[in-house]
């Protein structure tokens, strides 16, 4: 008995099939070349692959998908130039990753992060005195009765001149809390704004000949920066001497980058190293 697929149209099949796996292959990331190989429904029977023509193999993993997906044919590359931090000229170019620093602008997850960070810097060694803690005597002010007026008790009350505070201040701790995915987000963010904004200059190296404020104010000047925060991989004391007598510039290791320096600052500089940690460190 012939099959009914033999019967209607022997090419419409394999044709749809051709057609389901090009787009499974480049529409959706998550249809393997597994399953595309699945919707092929061959009319006949066909052969085992010669010796010749041999296809290759699909490499899978412990959990069954394929190790290789296919890219989408829609993503664009995020690139930024890497530049020569005295002469200010383009060297090379890096490769960035978009979820970094291309991620969607969240002005309520900056305002969140920054509002968090400036709790936690807050001192909190504010104190006044209470009625108990203030000097002077204990006596009684007046009688208590007989004189024709209210009853007086301490004269450490406050109301009285030199008396106590009312529920005024005392030492405490004014930080408060964020969860560390909405921190690594807001970093994120505050990356991706001055990358967008084009304040986000990334350098080959951070190396200067003396630790003259001298030098630092002359590549400041030779790249337009009014107020910059450098972002170093490691720790640099001829970058940290020349930059300490400068109002507007900043240094910061890698590890102590965060959102509220980079908002208070116009330009961004930092190393490739320390781009390479940014990436690794908010992966997503």
Do not use: C
Request: no cysteine.
């Amino acid at each position: 008995m012939t099959s009914l697929a033999s019967i209607l149209r022997p090419g419409l099949i394999s044709q749809r099939s051709a057609g389901l796996k090009a787009l499974a292959a480049s529409r959706f990331s998550t249809f393997t070349a597994v399953r595309a190989e699945a919707i092929d429904t061959p009319s006949t029977p066909t052969s085992p692959p010669s010796s010749s023509s041999q296809q290759p193999s699909v490499d899978l993993s412990s959990s069954g998908r394929a190790t290789a997906e296919p890219i989408s044919p829609f993503h664009v590359p995020l690139q930024a130039w890497i530049r020569d931090f005295k002469s200010n000229e383009p060297k090379d170019l890096i490769h960035l990753q978009r979820k970094i620093f291309g991620a969607p602008l969240r002005k309520d997850i900056l305002h969140r992060v920054v509002v968090w960070q400036r709790d936690a810097e807050r001192q909190g060694t504010h104190s006044t005195k209470g009625r108990g803690e203030v000097s002077g005597t204990t006596r009684k002010a007046a009688p208590q009765k007989g004189r024709g007026a209210a009853r007086v008790g301490t004269l450490r009350a406050p109301q009285r001149r030199g008396g106590g505070i009312v529920f005024g201040p005392k030492p405490r701790d004014h930080a408060s809390e964020l969860p560390r995915k909405v921190q690594e987000m807001g970093l994120r963010i505050a990356l991706s704004s001055k990358f967008a904004q084009d304040q986000l200059v990334i350098v080959d190296e951070l190396s200067m000949d003396s630790h003259k404020t001298q030098e630092f104010e002359t590549i400041q000047e030779r790249h337009g920066w009014d107020s910059v925060l450098v972002v170093a991989s490691k720790e640099n004391e001829r970058l940290w001497r020349a930059t300490r007598n400068l109002q507007q510039v900043d240094v910061a290791v890698m590890q102590e980058a965060d959102v509220l320096r980079m908002l208070k600052y116009q330009m961004v500089v930092m190393d490739k190293q320390s781009v390479r940690y940014l990436e690794k460190k908010l992966k997503i």
